[in-house]
């Protein structure tokens, strides 16, 4: 009669499984992702860093553009010519050559200048916003990398753990000390953590894959050698400095106040000078011909344009008045959010030598059958959860860090500008 403690052989070959699919779980091979630092060199050649560039060179050229003064405008007028009478073919015709010139007067060219000059100067302001948010983005996405492939590495070794225990469930039953139901829960417990362990890996090879994308790395990452997680910003305190949004708010307003004296500005009339040379055929003689034209602002007093620009710069305003009010707000709530998140930090690290050391001596209990199989998982799962919860912990100070960086105008754990 077969021992009802004898190891049921589908148990045995699900264990080995188990810990076959384990040995061959990692990659064979790795290329590491550069370090953070080297990456963000490497950010002027991305998409956004290269559209942010381009607009401020069109607007670098809007400038360049705005001083150049309007090209004259050459006329010939032939005048008594091929009438009648006297006035037959061009005997008594009197020929004009003579050139116009916008005099642009009110001083049109200098407020088109300061114009262009306003929003060059936004482009830039954004240009540079626009590397702040790369910086971040590019932070974030390394950081979710190197996070997704440590809990990969937490699964493998929570899988390792969760067989050895099932092991030595199996063991217990064999010699008599536990029921079967042991071993069936040992079993169940060990294809968690595989499938566990499965999910994992393919959220770690969906971070490498978006790292790799936003990076333009030409090979695909398989690893992260340099820590970006373990990284503790630098002590940060409220600046008193101008956030980027609130610079590029201010710049908009600026810009928009000038478009208001442009438009005052076109609203008067155009004045042109003009000066000629006229030929008398019946004389054989010649003339200067000057003259100035003036429109009249009988009609168009250009008061829709006026109103629009008046309307737009107290929208700019509105804008400046909230980016204000929340920026300093934002800034004390980002570092109250990086300290609480370091302190978290260093509370998960306590919890985590806290739970492997009552994992350690859970496992020496139930070797020595004074625990139970219910203690045991229990000061199992505590473990594999604070180890996970060390390393959300220190996603959430990089994500602290990188919206303190954004709203001081500064790359994630650099200086600021």
Do not use: K
Not at 125 to 136: K, M, P, S
Not at 316 to 345: F, H, T
Request: aromatic share 4%; net charge neutral.
């Amino acid at each position: 009669m077969p021992s009802p403690y004898r190891r049921p052989p589908r148990i045995a070959a699900g264990c080995a499984m188990v810990a076959l699919a384990t040995a061959i779980a990692g990659p064979v091979w790795a290329d590491p992702a550069p370090a953070f630092e080297a990456l963000l060199q490497q950010i002027g050649a991305s998409p956004t860093m290269a559209e942010a560039d381009a607009l401020r060179d069109a607007a670098e050229a809007r400038v360049r553009q705005a001083r150049i003064r309007p090209n004259p405008t050459l006329a010939l007028d032939v005048e008594n010519a091929f009438g009648s009478g006297p006035f037959e073919g061009l005997g008594n015709a009197e020929t004009t050559l003579g050139v116009t010139q916008d005099l642009e007067l009110w001083g049109r060219r200098s407020a088109r200048v300061d114009v262009a000059r306003a929003e060059a100067e936004t482009a830039a302001l954004r240009r540079d916003l626009a590397v702040v948010d790369a910086a971040g983005r590019l932070a974030l996405v390394y950081a979710e990398a190197e996070a997704a492939e440590r809990r990969s590495q937490l699964a493998e070794e929570a899988l390792s753990v969760t067989l050895a225990d099932a092991r030595a469930a199996l063991t217990l039953v064999e010699e008599g000390r536990e029921p079967m139901v042991r071993a069936l829960q040992g079993e169940s417990e060990a294809a968690t953590a595989r499938a566990t362990l499965d999910e994992v890996q393919a959220e770690r090879d969906a971070a490498f894959a978006r790292l790799t994308a936003a990076a333009m790395l030409p090979t695909p990452v398989t690893a992260i050698e340099v820590s970006l997680i373990d990284r503790v910003p630098a002590a940060s305190m409220v600046s008193s400095h101008t956030t980027p949004i609130v610079r590029v708010a201010e710049a908009e307003r600026d810009a928009a106040e000038r478009r208001i004296a442009v438009e005052r500005i076109q609203s008067r009339p155009d004045v042109s000078a003009s000066v000629g040379v006229r030929h008398y055929e019946a004389e054989d003689a010649t003339a200067l011909t000057v003259g100035l034209s003036l429109a009249l602002p009988l009609f168009d007093r250009n008061r829709g344009n006026i109103d629009a620009a008046q309307a737009e710069f107290r929208a700019a305003e509105a804008r400046l008045r909230g980016a204000r009010q929340e920026a300093q707000a934002d800034r004390n709530a980002a570092v109250a959010r990086l300290n609480a998140s370091s302190s978290r930090v260093t509370a998960t690290d306590a919890g985590v030598a806290a739970a492997q050391e009552a994992y350690r001596l859970s496992r020496i209990g139930f070797d020595a059958g004074r625990i139970s199989q219910l203690e045991l998982r229990s000061s199992r799962a505590a473990l594999i959860s604070s180890r996970n919860a060390a390393v959300d912990a220190r996603l959430a100070r990089v994500r602290a860090e990188i919206d303190l960086a954004r709203l001081q105008g500064r790359a994630p754990f650099g200086v600021v500008r």
